[in-house]
């Protein structure tokens, strides 16, 4: 198809290259085969050098389409005065894994201050920057269609003033929940800001052409909201895993029971029964040698569970490494551990590394709450148990048998079935279906 025969979009994303985590992979992956569908993307984005980002992966710069139209922006935003004041040189994490255990009483007014001055979030200053130059971009008549995704879901809000304006259709991809994310409560919102941020939510779900969410419970999640939208209108094309990313073999350890976590980990994700069964496998199999390692950034309280329940002498902790970096500890394990956050929320939260340890045919044991959509997916791939975070006897029991299988092949790697369907191309081609669908 010729460039100029093909369907003009803007992609308006807070997060882009060289910011790192995982909200980034998601818009880098649909940029990278929006054209094999047809569909020529333009990137609005912040400048890298007034953006607040957390972590920087400058090798995603390496995976910037050749030829990409990338716009960005100044933004005014007070993570500058929150570093001078608070003497921190970090950018707060969105679940906090980068805050003590125990909140400080000036941690307590910042978290106070961002939950009730910065609505929706504390990156909304970057909207008028973006809308400047969206309105500049859009002049020339060539776009049809406008994706914002989120968070920071300020960036929605971005898409509502656009769509009234030009009249041009909508997609808001929602990679997170928004008024019900698991942290939500720890910015203690005054009554009055939590029903302007509710506002502004109700606002982007009836006013949006399509809606994007990444899990079923989301979407549920969603319609479950006191407005008015058809379920159709919501759409669930969850994170992936891209192909080219896996180029490294699976070579696990011959001498060594390494399970690893990669991401983010916090006092909000409960791995206390696995760590309660290392201890005991431990006690009873001295003749292997486990170790766990921890791939991110992982939070004091965390640390010190692991201390208390004596596997800290096994235990490595690697700081976030690039995303190709982190693909490569993947593949160098013998076992891979997924934990999700022991709050009510967190059935509408399907973990993104979910996907990248599906393409590693790696076995997953995974904390998180029954019968939800990680849970089904583990189970339809073949890829792996997921365990409720009080089943100690169960996940014993599984642990005991990967050991007894161990001893007699190290490498534990499972045929994966039905997830192909999770590579970004597939994911890519259905999104392109959603907005081809908007366009007729």
Known sequence: ???QDALHLLYISYYWPPSGGPGVQRGLKFVKYFPQSGIIPT???VDEKQASYPLLDNTLLDEVPEGLEVYKTAT????EYYKKLSGKKEIPYSGFANQESEDSFLDKVFKFVRGNLFIPDARVGWNKHALKKAGELLKDGRYRAIITTSPPHSTQLIGLKLRKKYNLKWIADLRDPWTNIHYYDQLYH????KSVDEKYERQVL?????IIVTSEDTKRLFLNKPVSISADKIHVIPNGFDEDDFRYPSVPPKDTFLITYAGTITENYNIDVFLKVMAHLLSVHSEINYKLRFVGKVSEGIKQRIEKAGVLGITEFIPYVPHDQAIKYLMES???????????????????????????NKQIICLGPVHSDTDHIIDECGAGRLFHYAAYDLMLDHMIQMSKAWKINPNLDL????YARYSRRALTEKLAEVIKELLM
């Open 1 to 3: 198809m010729k460039k």
């Open 43 to 45: 990137i609005l984005t």
């Open 76 to 79: 005014s935003e007070p993570f």
């Open 190 to 193: 005054t009554q009055l800001a």
């Open 206 to 210: 009836a006013e949006a052409d399509a």
């Open 334 to 360: 013998t076992a891979l551990l997924l934990a999700m956050a022991d709050v009510p929320s967190v059935y509408a939260n399907v973990p993104g590394k979910l996907f990248e340890y599906l393409a590693s």
């Open 415 to 418: 045929p994966y079935i039905n």
